[in-house]
């Protein structure tokens, strides 16, 4: 099974920088994440063996990015 996201935001390159280090321990063998920054677009791909690791996966990844993308748009707020 494969899920594939393209996120549009300003913050691309800073939530890919603040996700990063999450990439490089697995969490689990049932999934593979892949994570990419181009332009203003945030690129996810999911791999998964099965149903219930994809939900899950997918439920972590897309809460993850929501929470760097209100971090980083704090950030930006902050510094007006």
């Keep these: 099974m494969v899920a594939r996201s393209a996120l549009e935001t300003t913050n691309a390159c800073n939530i890919y920088r603040s996700l990063k280090p999450e990439l490089e321990t697995p969490v689990t063998e049932r999934s593979r994440i892949e994570l990419k920054a181009e332009g ?15 939900r899950s996966s997918l439920n972590t990844w897309l809460r993850l990015i929501q929470v760097a993308y209100e971090v980083s748009s704090l950030k930006e707020a902050a510094s007006y």
Excluded at 40 to 54: C, E, H, Q, R, W
Aim: without cysteine; hydrophobic residues 55%.
């Design 40 to 54: 203003s677009f945030l690129y996810l791909t999911i791999k998964a063996d099965d149903i219930v690791s994809m």
